[in-house]
């Protein structure tokens, strides 16, 4: 099961990096060029390996639990955003976020 555990896990992993990757390569000056940015390309890869993990997590966790599990990836991502591009992270960001940490510990009791 640790290994089930552990591929959900880098999926989740795998998301956030996508992800900034992404927001990092959204930069260019036109939709066209964005795609084509390294950065773009590789925040692509990324989401296609944590689809492939998350994959392999499935077969032993309930999609109940991983699905849940993933938002993770919000709490990781909106701290992120905060310290590389300066993006907003008030009383409003913190509530909602501990909302989510608070759900999926509640789901993850079941």
Known sequence: MI???AALGAAI?????GQLLLKEGAGAADFVSQ???PTTIIGLGFYALAALLYIV???KIPVSIAFPS???S???VAIAGH???NEPFGLTQIGGLALICAGVFVLSQA
């Open 83 to 85: 310290f590389l591009w």
């Open 3 to 5: 290994w089930f555990i």
């Open 74 to 76: 919000y709490v990781v």
């Open 57 to 59: 997590a499935l077969r």
């Open 70 to 72: 993933v938002s993770l």
């Open 35 to 37: 795609l084509f940015r």
């Open 13 to 17: 992993l795998c998301g956030v990096a």
